[in-house]
């Protein structure tokens, strides 16, 4: 089992960025696929991207397109999310979470079925 550990969040104007760290340990961290997502005040948990254990391939929901970035570091163990031109409905808590499968498995992430998850690191835009 992995152990994942969500930091970088804060406070931040619209139009700001942030990134999201999410520190991996335990088993082996290449050999999971690995996404983020996020849960609003009063609203269900939404997916937000995710990242084969290569790096090669990624997958954002339509509300962050062209905003939000993931990325993973091997030698660090670490999963990131590049947060560009916040908006005010980005405020959530954001997650990491782990599938213990290395490619892409879409459906799972969407699913919301994933193996492990951090406790969360709140993201508040204000406007």
């Known amino acids: 089992q992995v152990q994942l550990v969500e930091s970088g969040g804060g406070l931040v104007q619209a139009g700001g960025s942030l990134r999201l760290s999410c520190a991996a340990s335990?088993?082996?961290?290449?050999?999971?696929?690995m996404g983020w997502f996020r849960q609003a005040p009063g609203e269900e948990r939404e997916f937000v991207s995710a990242?084969?254990?290569?790096?090669?391939?990624?997958y954002y929901a339509d509300s962050v397109k062209g905003r939000f970035t993931i990325s993973r570091d091997h030698a660090k163990g670490t999963v990131y999310l590049q947060t560009n031109n916040l908006k005010p409905e980005d405020t959530a808590v954001y997650y990491c979470a782990a599938d213990s499968v290395s490619r892409l498995r879409i459906g799972v992430f969407l699913g919301g079925d994933l193996d492990a998850w951090g406790q969360g690191t709140l993201v508040t835009v204000s406007s």
């Open positions: 335990g088993r082996t961290f290449s050999d999971y696929a």
């Open positions: 990242i084969s254990f290569s790096g090669t391939n990624t």
